[in-house]
């Protein structure tokens, strides 16, 4: 049985950082891609952050990119996002995926973790 397990959320400052885990088992990951979404409430879920197999390209939304580092350690089927500078407009739940190569849908999902930023 598959599973993508968060963790590392809780309730920061604004300027301040958290880092988010997700720890995957239950198969063999390689040749999978693994992303990072998030859904605050009243929102449609959308795409943060999504790292290779090989971790050797990475992407991120706009909003993120120079605040936020998605990286994934291949030995330990895990992956993190680092997130830094953190606004009260990241406030949302957070939830890590996986998908094989780098297209299409993500198949396996995370029940997510909470991520709370007061100003």
């Known amino acids: 049985q598959v599973q993508l397990v968060e963790s590392g959320g809780g309730l920061v400052q604004a300027g301040g950082s958290l880092r988010l885990s997700c720890a995957a088992s239950?198969?063999?990951?390689?040749?999978?891609?693994m992303g990072w979404f998030r859904q605050a409430p009243g929102k449609d879920r959308e795409f943060v952050a999504s790292i290779t197999w090989s971790g050797g390209a990475t992407y991120y939304i706009d909003s993120v990119k120079g605040r936020f580092t998605i990286s994934r350690d291949k030995a330990k089927n895990t992956v993190s996002l680092q997130m830094n500078s953190l606004k009260p407009e990241d406030t949302a739940n957070y939830y890590c995926a996986a998908r094989f190569g780098t297209t299409g849908e993500y198949r396996y999902w995370g029940q997510g973790t909470q991520v709370t930023v007061s100003s």
């Open positions: 239950g198969r063999t990951f390689s040749g999978y891609s």
